[in-house]
């Protein structure tokens, strides 16, 4: 006889369980190195958690389109949003030429998207008076790109300017040019705790003038890119 079929099946090896063909049935536990499908194409489902087709789908705890399962210290797994990665970009062009000093730099005009591809997020950057505010805290990267024009072959020294509290500023990097139609470039990674306190400004500081720093409307020659790096 190759087959036994019973309605019952009685533990009676003192806690030990029932063992078929390799199978331990204890103690409403199910102990298997395999569980092979038995249900046409419908998988096999444990707890909720169906498996099918080398498919693993977990269809509790509020599952949504590209969110990742994570845990809490004690292992509990939950579905959350994806984070991460560059959330925002944004830049700005100086739209008009300045002669000599100027701190702090205007006359901005953020940059819309680009011919081919788009930015990701919506900047939320806002500039006043020379002033930019950022959206919310974080790594952020500023990288400043400066020409000068015409004028006389003097020194122009040019920062990135931040606030560590409400009214108090402080140079973050520093470039100069000292002869005409030259540019520089400088590059600060900011973390803003608190996006009332952290703000950026830029700054010119020229021994004469009669030094141009070029700007324009529609070709990135002085102008500022923020990129979020990455949330506290």
């Avoid at 959350?80 to 730099?105: K, L």
């Avoid at 990701?120 to 500023?142: D, M, Q």
């Amino acid at each position: 006889m190759s087959e036994v079929k019973v309605d019952t099946i009685s533990e009676r090896t003192a806690a030990g369980g029932v063992t078929i063909d390799g199978v331990l049935l204890k103690d409403s536990i199910l102990n298997t190195d395999n569980i092979a499908e038995k249900t046409a194409a419908a998988g096999v489902t444990i707890d909720g958690v169906l498996i099918k087709d080398s498919v693993l789908k977990i269809p509790g705890g509020s599952p949504g389109a590209d969110k990742v399962l994570t845990s809490d210290a004690s292992g509990n797994a939950t579905w959350v949003a994806a984070s991460g990665g560059i959330s925002v970009i944004s830049q700005w062009n100086m739209d008009t030429s300045f002669n000599g000093t100027s701190d702090p730099v205007q006359n901005w005009t953020e940059a819309g998207t680009p011919t081919t591809g788009t930015l990701p997020g919506t900047s939320g950057i806002t500039e006043s008076s020379g002033e930019f505010a950022l959206p919310s805290t974080g790594y952020w990267l500023i990288a400043w790109q400066v020409t000068r024009g015409g004028g006389a072959n003097t020194k122009c020294r040019y920062y990135i300017v931040t606030s560590s509290a409400s009214g108090v500023w402080g140079n973050r990097t520093y470039q100069e040019t000292t002869t005409n139609n030259d540019n520089c470039q400088s590059v600060f990674i900011l973390k803003c705790d608190d996006i009332a306190e952290n703000e950026v400004r830029f700054n010119c500081q020229a021994d004469t003038g009669t030094n141009t720093t070029t700007g324009s409307g529609t070709t990135f020659y002085t102008g500022v890119t923020f990129i979020k790096l990455a949330d506290l």
